[in-house]
């Protein structure tokens, strides 16, 4: 009996995560890890297992719907994937040379810092024109159409080497830390190449998955994939992925900017309490 | 849409929904399994192995979606002659398949 209860209430609990995972772009593991480790006992290890199947869940149930709709860019996914894959390997490589608590507490602060100003910016968004895109923009042909409620409209790029460099912090982070990192993807996106916030976080969403796969080689050799432990987990997040995913199109962009706020105040919390252990 | 927006979307939902009906078959077995023959033990392990295999199974699907939509994606760029993103997916690939299958 505890066996389906345990299930039942997880597969709740990870439908939640996918919907909030699929909305924000950060994917189902910043609520999956705590949920599973708080509420029900689950150690750590088996925690992020289960975490890095909710993000591949998460990324490619909701990513099969936002790339259909043409919301996510997927040249500049794919482009940023280049330096995340290589951060990530230098990330991996830093392990232990650079102290991983102090890298924890900057990036808590920077998450406090990012949390503070999305939540003031919410109502606030521009558009950059074509025209104005930064000239390898075009080279790349990575400027995009999105669907908005006033039709179709064309947006450019700004940064795009600034967006690449923060890109590749972000696979350091997600190689020394861990963690998803698609807070910093999102940022780097929706703040320094100027991209709608909505086209921010579906190709963030779009990437995380790549991230996760890269390390889910290493987790299921040393066993932290449990079976019993993901069923539930990945059901759950992809059931909450495909109604996020319904969700996305409607909703305002100011209610998802303070989802976001609020979510990645929390994974700078967990960060910064994660430091001082 | 373009055709390689289409073919990117089929694939995810493809490999996503194959997975999950592996990982919801072998879930349901092995619940049912263990509710219904509780002090069987050699009969609960040799069923539970069967569905933990297929969640397994199911599991090793979800991982290779995302991969699956990497090695989809440098064929399309290879027939749309964009040699640039032909070697910028080659590379997210290779940079995979070597995290994946690495010196762990």
Known sequence: MNDIVFSLSVFVGSVFAGLIGALTGLGGGVIVVPLLVLLFKVDLHHALGASLISVIATSSGAASAYVREGYTNMRIGMFLEVATTAGAIVGAALLGILPKHLVAFIFGLVLFHSAYTSYKSRHHEEFVSPENSDPLAKKLKLTGYLPTGEGVREYGVKNILAGFGLMSLAGMLSGLLGIGSGAVKVLAMDRVMRLPYKVSTTTSNFMIGVTAAASAGIYLKKGYIDPIVSFPVMLGVLLGAFLGAKLLPSAPTSKLKLVFAIIIALLGIQMVLEALK | ?104
Do not use: C, Q
């Open chain 2, 1 to 104: 849409m373009t055709r390689m927006e289409i073919l990117i979307s089929m694939t995810l939902r493809t490999g996503v929904i194959v997975s999950s009906l592996l990982v919801l078959s072998g879930g349901l077995w092995y619940i049912l399994k263990h509710l219904g023959t509780p002090l069987e033990v050699g009969a609960v392990n040799s069923s539970g192995s069967n569905a933990i295999s297929l969640i397994k199974a199911g599991i090793l699907v979800l991982v290779f979606t995302p991969i699956a939509r990497v090695a989809l994606s440098i064929l399309l760029f290879l027939k749309e002659r964009d040699w640039l993103f032909v070697l910028i997916t080659l590379w997210v690939l290779v940079v995979l398949l070597f995290s994946l299958y690495g010196p762990w």
